[in-house]
């Protein structure tokens, strides 16, 4: 006599047991002492409800019941589902199991690839290793993997078993951050599958929405003291909350993901690591392989990394490379191609916070190590700071650092948002303008960032005509671009990226990307922008220029092959560089020596967008 | 009985906000509170919803104002002592989240 439990009533009564009700409080509020398991010998009531629970289970109408068996053999590797008297006490009672089948039985209905995306998110969201799944499912991860991913066919059974461990799962968690407060009780909380098994917990992962934060406060400050620390903890945690949906004062409920200062402390010192160990990269860039002949990737022809940029304006542009005296450039730098790089690495502080943590830091570091060094950095060209260079008409004055450092802004990033910040900028006279004309350098690998127009181009081109010398990049311009682009690269807010790292990379990238695209020979002209290509230093003669070269004799230039079509110029992105998987090769930064017909455009030859990012290390072919 | 029941702040709701008006939260106008609109598979599953809400709002002692037809589920949240949105609100909010989640 088994009497079906109706479905609302199983609604019910699993409500009842998610809200934490035990079941033995709930047989207890009943009055009944005879325990549920006793199979419905209790008194009428009782016996029935159980009785009807049991016989649901086994009669489940679409025929759960078996499943239920096949799933059980599924899900015994991790969680057992018919565990002794123990676990299912835990496992609230068969109602809650009723209504889990139930659940799981919707799920398998619906579009198989809605409700991957269903459980993929909700592993994002919290941050759970598809390990854990694959362990308490007895899935392929490879299989598992491809069908969240990708949407590749699962057969219903294996179906079933990712919707049962994925409905359990969603229980657990929520009794887990329900009890928060009481300490876990849980037999299985989210870390461990099996609590016989190991008593390992989950390995602990950053979630997206506390990176952000931990990079904002990198760039404030790299070495957070224990106050410090604790408030992040603290932020972090309330972050991992928000993106999971749960009351802030529930952190317990994280689980093997609860940020702890431990953890922050360690953050901070692999962040630095990476950072050091990223300049001794560059480092080893810039000293290690010779100039190749032409485009020859990167340059680190200029001068010995050791030697600090002459006259480099103590503005932003730090990392200018000026490469020392013609000299040594011409020396190595075939005529033809474009001699001098030049390359700033624009200091970049001002990074806005959001989205560019990454960037950001990079950028400085880059900017300070270049200073140090005098250039060793190749950030991101300041190609716009070249070109402009050109087209500043000689009446200019300006020095000659700005000129060319200046407007080297260290990774130009274009950025969506750049090209307003650019043009207006661009118009002031002076250098003191600043706004060098991003480089459009870099374009991110993210999707979003190809975009790297040349209008942002242009923008600060234009300007260059009226200005002098590219005053030096302000922070702000390369900030804005790059920050745009880490920002895009970023992304996370709100989504859990799965792929902060790929704006890892960017930013690495960017900041080896030197890129210098200059059409030098307009230097001498300036207001007109001849196509030939020139050592710069050779044009140092202009009024300008000389600003330019100044001190030293011309430093490096880089002459942007005229060609129409593009003079760009990339300069040798740095190999160390690792790869965006979707950015493009070899950056350049295009610039065009265009004549002044060409206008404004010049400077951004046709759409391509000449910007792309170094990021790759190949060296651009220049256009000669 | 949970604290927090200050009206939030401009700060605060440009941080907490973003990620409820993300899954569908939209600020009422003329009132400062937040609405969302559940549809659920049958009467069942909706009153299974309210009444796992139900009891977390309980638990929390802080109540939506709701409205169920059949398989339609309305909530509003708010706060009375504030006159507006506050902390609780949000909690709750993240918390009927996370049901609906389960819920489908």
Redesign the interface.
């Known amino acids: 006599m088994v009497s079906k439990l109706s ?2 009533q199983a ?2 009564l ?3 047991l ?3 009700l035990s079941k033995e409080a709930l047989i207890q509020a009943l009055g009944e002492p005879g325990p549920y398991l006793l199979a419905g010998d209790g008194p009428l009531d009782k016996g029935e409800s159980c009785g009807g629970s049991r016989g649901e289970l086994a009669e489940l109408p679409n025929g759960l019941g078996e499943t239920r068996g096949s799933e059980d053999e599924t899900d015994d590797d991790g969680e057992d589902f018919t565990p002794p008297i123990l676990k299912e006490l835990e496992n609230l009672s068969p109602e809650e199991a009723a ?1 889990q089948k139930a ?1 799981v039985e ?2 398998l209905q619906e579009d198989p690839w809605r409700v991957a995306k ?1 459980v993929k998110s ?1 592993l994002q969201q919290h941050n759970i290793p598809q390990r854990e799944v694959v362990d308490t499912t007895g899935l392929n991860q490879s299989h598992l993997s491809q069908h969240l991913n990708k949407g590749t066919p699962m057969k219903t059974q294996k179906r079933a078993a990712l919707y049962t461990w994925y ?1 359990r799962k ?2 657990e968690v ?1 009794q887990q ?1 329900t009890h928060a407060g009481q300490g876990g009780l849980i037999e299985e909380p989210t870390g461990d599958e099996l609590p016989t098994k190991k008593g390992r917990r989950n390995r602990f992962k950053w979630g997206p929405a506390s990176q952000q934060i931990l990079f904002q406060a990198y760039e404030r400050q790299k070495n957070p003291s224990k106050e410090e620390r604790e408030t992040l903890v603290e932020e972090c945690n309330r972050a991992e ?7 802030p ?1 529930q952190a317990q409920g994280l689980g093997s993901n609860l940020v702890t200062e431990v953890r922050v402390y360690n953050w901070f010192a692999n962040r630095r690591k990476e950072e050091a160990f990223r300049h001794k990269l560059a480092m080893d860039t810039y000293s290690g392989p010779p100039p190749g002949p032409g485009p020859g990737p990167a340059l680190p022809a200029h001068s010995s990394p050791g030697l600090p940029p002459p006259a480099l304006s103590p503005s932003k542009v730090h990392g200018v490379r000026y490469g020392q005296p013609a000299a040594s450039e011409a020396a190595e730098v075939p005529s033809s191609s474009g001699a001098p790089l030049v390359t700033v690495s624009t200091p970049l502080h001002q990074v806005s916070p959001t989205g560019l943590e990454p960037s950001h830091s990079l950028l400085s570091t880059e900017a300070k190590l270049v200073s140090a060094t005098g250039g060793p950095l190749p950030p991101v060209s300041t190609l716009t700071a070249l070109h402009s260079l050109e087209q500043t008409s000689p009446g200019l004055n300006q020095q000659p650092q700005n000129l060319i450092m200046a407007s080297l802004p260290g990774v130009m990033a274009i950025g969506p948002g750049e090209p307003a910040s650019l043009g207006p900028t661009f118009t002031n006279t002076g250098l003191a303008s600043t706004q060098a004309q991003s480089v459009p350098v870099i374009n991110s690998m993210g999707s979003s960032l190809t975009t790297l127009q040349p209008v942002q181009f242009s923008q600060p081109l234009h300007p260059s005509y009226q200005q002098p010398l590219m005053p030096p990049v302000q922070s702000h311009v390369a900030q804005s671009p790059f920050m745009a682009t880490m920002a895009q690269l970023q992304s996370p ?2 989504l859990y990226s799965h792929k902060p790292d790929v704006a890892q990379y960017t930013h690495t990238g960017l900041l080896q990307q030197t890129m210098l695209i200059t059409d030098t020979t307009n230097l001498s002209a300036l207001a007109s922008l001849t196509p030939t290509k020139q050592v710069f230093t050779s044009d140092t003669e202009a009024s300008s220029e000389s600003g330019l070269h100044g001190p030293a004799s011309p430093a490096t230039t880089i002459h942007i092959p005229s060609q129409d079509p593009a003079g760009i110029q990339h300069l040798q992105p740095a190999h160390r560089l690792s790869t965006s998987p979707t950015v493009s090769s070899s950056s350049l930064v295009l610039y065009q020596s265009s004549d002044s017909t060409n206008g404004h455009s010049h400077l951004l030859p046709s759409n391509h967008s000449v910007i792309e990012t170094f990021i790759s290390t190949q060296m651009a072919s220049s256009s000669q | 009985m949970a604290g927090k029941a200050h009206r939030l702040s401009a700060e605060e709701r440009d941080q907490l906000l973003p990620n409820l008006r993300a899954v569908g939260w939209n600020e009422l106008e003329g009132r400062d509170a937040i609405f969302k609109q559940f549809h659920f598979k049958d009467f069942n599953r909706a009153f299974g919803f309210m009444t796992r809400v139900a009891l977390q709002a309980e638990k929390l002692d802080h109540h939506p104002e709701w409205f169920n037809v059949y398989n339609k589920v309305h909530i509003t949240l708010s706060t009375h002592e504030c006159a507006g949105l506050s902390e609780r609100d949000i909690n709750l909010a993240s918390f009927i989240e996370q049901v609906a989640v389960t819920m489908t």
Not at chain 1, 241 to 247: T, W
Request: glycine residues 6%; aromatic residues 6%.
């Open positions: 479905q609302l609604e019910l699993a409500a009842l998610e809200s934490g209504h659940v919707t799920l269903m909700y409905v969603q229980r929520a951050f909350c928000i993106q999971r949906g749960v009351s004062s807010h709100a």
